[in-house]
């Protein structure tokens, strides 16, 4: 399973960003696709979750109503569509896969800077 992240960058904040993650290895039947984020000296924070067979989404109190995670299965990607940005968004945001009955996410991909200035 390979993760590629892509579309980070430099906003201000209260604008807007989408960033994609393109998978690839395998089908994803049946996995749960995710967005992470972590500043340095921090714990990693879940962000947003979708299953690839139905497109159930989850997301942490921190982004809801603010982020949108979607997924392509023709493209095999994983998108999050960021508003409202705030400066305390600003993170590296990692992709990640896990597998149908996995307890955790166990594929990742390499991560993309965030940054929210004021």
């Known amino acids: 399973v390979q993760l590629q992240a892509s579309g980070g960058g430099l906003v201000q904040a209260g604008g807007s960003l989408t960033i994609s993650c393109s998978a690839s290895?395998?089908?994803?039947?049946?996995?749960?696709m995710g967005w992470f984020r972590q500043v340095p000296g921090k714990e990693r924070e879940e962000v947003a979750t979708?299953?690839?067979?139905?497109?159930?989404?989850h997301y942490s109190d921190s982004v809801k109503g603010r982020f949108t995670i979607s997924r392509d299965k023709a493209k095999s990607t994983v998108s999050l569509q960021m508003n409202s940005l705030k400066p305390e968004d600003t993170a590296v945001y990692y992709c990640?896969?896990?597998?149908?009955?996995?307890?955790?996410?166990?594929?990742w991909g390499q991560g993309t800077q965030v940054t929210v200035s004021s």
């Open positions: 290895g395998r089908t994803f039947t049946n996995w749960n």
């Open positions: 979708i299953t690839w067979n139905w497109g159930t989404t």
């Open positions: 990640a896969a896990r597998a149908g009955g996995a307890r955790q996410f166990g594929y």
